[in-house]
Structures are given as structure tokens and as C-alpha cells.
């Protein structure tokens, strides 16, 4: 028999992919220049040419390009990840606790896993989240829940999410720079995650693990930082990605790392080799292994992302929507200037405008505007953003 689970998973297209695919139709019907796609979280900056240039001579040079890596990932990249966040942060991890992942998906997908084990286990998540959290999650074992956000500036509310740790809770998955609000978790919000979950793991006598969902750490603009979650949490794992900030998505590679600090680290980072393996896993792409040796500094130029962001918010403020401002990631939150977001993003469709409604990322009432488009798509948009402001007395 076929696993209905599975048959339900693979014939329900999340809410983004379907707009995508819709947008894909309408183009060929109306035009690609008057479809605005604003869905996908794919990066419009191309990768650094140094990094293309290095990949296609690792290509024609080197004879193990193809060939199996250990499981965890070749030693030198894992060697080279300890180094960038040391030099960068100051703090050193260890490379026998990374494991190379086909991305930030993976590395959440096996930490879930490595952590749960029985199906009262809980996975908590603080909205808005990645949709794809609550498929892993539930994929695990696991129950997903989540927990409202403060949505003043779309940080943690400290109350309700104290509320929502319960003795079940085995890992809570935090993202910052968030999608879809583009909120940055500053060492403040950090300090005080790590004090509630400090106190709960000591009443509850059971580590709580704070996964830290983080493809987005070096998009950061305005002279934003990123608190280092290991500094301050020692149960963290860290799962990360070169598929945004290295524009390299569709190649499949970050890593996840477990905290040098963390309790039973010995065996959590064999239940992340085992989750792995589990997962048919074998190693992650090897080219972009090699690649990363000399290249895991690098980073595609963000301030395209910021142009892209500057434009749409003053666009979108003049026509009286209102819209969180983002500190980092790649994406605009806009408040639905009608309570059903749903209707408004169908509404919006009819203007060739793309906006995915944010139900599905756990908090009603806005849309998400994904910013990594070309500057064209953001300036072109404006006028039917108008018409659609003007149609619904916006101004
Ligand atoms: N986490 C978040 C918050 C994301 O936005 C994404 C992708 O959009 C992922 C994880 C998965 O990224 P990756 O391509 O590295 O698997």
C-alpha cells in the first residue's frame, strides 16, 4: 500500500509553490512584464564570479570532484566553516560536531529527528516560521506547535512563549533574520531566549535544544548584527546555508553544527549522523564541498536586497499600506489592508501582483513580498500597485 501521509504531502503544493506555478501560467498569457512575482525566496544576486570561476576549475581539476565525501563532509570544510565563525564571531565551534547538510531543509529535517523520540515530543516554533518547519517536524515524530509573536516588532513574546515550553518540549527553532518579517533577534531577545529555556530545561531535567535557523545570518542591512546563539545558549544547533547570502540554492549545501557546549553533545551529533543516514543521505554535494574550502567567507552582494527594500517600502508606505520594517533577510511583511489575507492576495493576483498570504506562516492578516527580484520587477510594480491601492480606496 502507498503511504497516504506521503500521498497527501506530495499532492498539496504549499501556498508559495502554487502562486509560483500560477505566475508561470499568467505569464504566458498576459506577459512576463506584467506579472510581478514576488514568491519565491530565490536570490536575483548572481553568485561572486570568483566562486563560479573556482567551482568550474575544481571541475576540470580536481579527480575526487565526483567522488563520496565522509558522511559528516570532508574534513577541510567542515575545518574551514570553524574558521569563518571564529574569525567572525569569536567563537570557536568544533569541526567532529558539523555535518554537511543539502541545506539549511536538511540540516532542520535531521535535527528534529535527532532530537525526538517519542510521539508526545514537541517541536515549538515562534510565528512567524518557515512553513516547512511543521512537515519536518510532524515528519519526525513529533507534535509542531508555535507561539504568537510580538507583533510590534515581530520579536518573541516572552510571556506566551514561557507559556508554550512544556515537558515535552525537546526542541524550540527560532529564525532570525526572519522570513518572512525580516526581523533580526538582537543580543537582548537572545539573552532572554536563553534564560527562559535555561529555566525550563532545569525544572524539566531534560536539555531543551534551541535550533537556530540561520540562512540567512549575513543578509543584514543598516549595520545590523547577528547575535552567535552558542555564545549565549549552550543546548543550540545551528542549522545553516549557502542557498541565500552565496545565491547558491539550488546547489544544496549548508551544514548544521552542534554546539561544542551542548549536554550529550558526544550523542547528539551521533543521532545527527544517524538521522542522516536515515534520511538516505550518504554526504552533501561534494563539488560544492570543495568549493567552500576556500570560499566559505564569501557572501553575494546584499545591497541590491536593500535597494530592492528601500524602493518597495517608500512605494508601498505612499499608497497608506503599512509594512514591518526588515532588518535583514529578503522579504517585505505587509499588513492586509483587508482582515482576510487570503482575498487580498487573490485580489492582488488580478494586478499581476504575487503576494503570498501569511496563514501558513502561523500569523493571519499580511502578506509576504519576497524583495530578491530584479530592480525592474520592484520599480515596474509600483503602478499596479497603485491601481490595486486605488481600487480599494487606499488613497
Ligand atoms: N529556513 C528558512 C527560514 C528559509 O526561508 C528557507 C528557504 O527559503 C530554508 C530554511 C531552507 O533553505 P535551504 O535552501 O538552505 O534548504
Do not use: W
Not at 566562486?51 to 570532484?65: R, T
Not at 554537511?100 to 528534529?112: D, E, S, V
Not at 501569511?358 to 520587477?377: L, N, P, W
Amino acid at each position: 500500500m502507498i503511504n497516504e501521509k506521503m500521498i497527501k504531502l506530495g499532492s498539496s503544493r504549499s501556498v508559495i509553490r502554487e502562486l509560483f506555478e500560477y505566475g508561470k501560467i499568467l505569464k504566458e498569457k498576459i506577459g512576463e512584464d506584467k506579472v510581478f512575482d514576488f514568491t519565491l525566496g530565490n536570490p536575483s544576486v548572481p553568485c561572486p564570479d570568483e566562486v563560479n570561476k573556482y567551482a568550474s576549475k575544481v571541475i576540470l581539476e580536481d579527480s575526487s570532484v565526483h567522488a563520496y565525501t565522509s558522511a559528516q563532509g570532508d574534513l577541510a570544510v567542515r575545518k574551514a566553516i570553524v574558521k569563518y565563525n571564529k574569525d567572525k564571531y569569536g567563537y570557536s565551534l568544533n569541526e567532529n560536531l558539523i555535518y554537511m547538510t543539502c541545506g539549511a531543509a536538511a540540516a532542520i529535517k535531521i535535527a528534529f529527528s535527532s532530537i525526538i523520540s517519542s510521539d508526545t515530543d514537541e517541536i515549538l516554533a515562534v510565528a512567524p516560521f518557515f512553513p516547512e518547519y511543521r512537515v519536518f517536524a510532524e515528519t519526525s515524530g513529533a507534535k509542531f506547535n508555535y507561539v504568537k509573536c510580538d507583533e510590534e516588532n515581530f520579536l518573541v513574546d516572552f510571556d506566551a512563549f514561557e507559556k508554550a515550553i512544556t515537558n515535552n518540549t525537546r526542541g524550540v527553532i527560532i529564525n532570525s533574520p526572519n522570513n518572512p518579517s525580516g526581523s533580526v533577534y538582537d543580543e537582548k531577545t537572545i539573552i532572554k531566549i536563553s534564560e527562559i529555556l535555561d529555566k525550563k530545561q532545569k525544572e524539566y531535567g531534560e536539555p531543551i535544544y534551541l535550533i537556530a535557523d540561520e540562512p540567512y545570518r549575513e543578509i543584514l542591512f543598516d549595520g545590523e548584527l547577528c547575535p552567535f546563539i552558542p555564545k549565549y545558549y549552550k543546548n543550540t544547533i545551528i542549522c545553516y546555508s549557502y542557498s541565500k547570502a552565496l545565491s547558491l540554492p539550488g546547489e544544496r549545501i549548508g551544514y548544521l553544527a552542534v554546539s561544542p557546549e551542548a549536554d550529550n553533545k558526544e550523542n547528539l551529533y551521533f543521532a545527527v549522523m544517524g538521522a542522516g543516514r536515515a534520511l538516505g543521505y550518504v554526504c552533501a554535494p561534494s563539488l560544492f564541498q570543495k568549493v567552500l574550502i576556500e570560499h566559505a567567507d564569501k557572501t553575494s552582494e546584499i545591497a541590491p536586497y536593500k535597494d530592492n527594500r528601500d524602493i518597495l517600502i517608500n512605494a508601498l508606505e505612499k499608497l497608506n499600506f503599512t509594512c514591518v520594517n526588515p532588518k535583514g533577510a529578503f522579504y517585505l511583511f505587509v499588513k492586509s489592508p483587508i482582515e482576510d489575507a487570503v482575498e487580498f492576495s487573490n485580489i492582488a493576483k488580478t494586478y499581476g501582483l504575487l503576494l503570498v498570504p501569511s496563514d501558513s506562516f502561523g500569523v493571519k492578516g499580511y502578506v509576504r513580498i519576497a524583495t530578491c527580484v530584479s530592480k525592474e520587477t520592484a520599480v515596474n510594480s509600483i503602478p499596479y500597485f497603485t491601481r490595486l491601492a486605488k481600487d480599494l480606496k487606499m488613497i
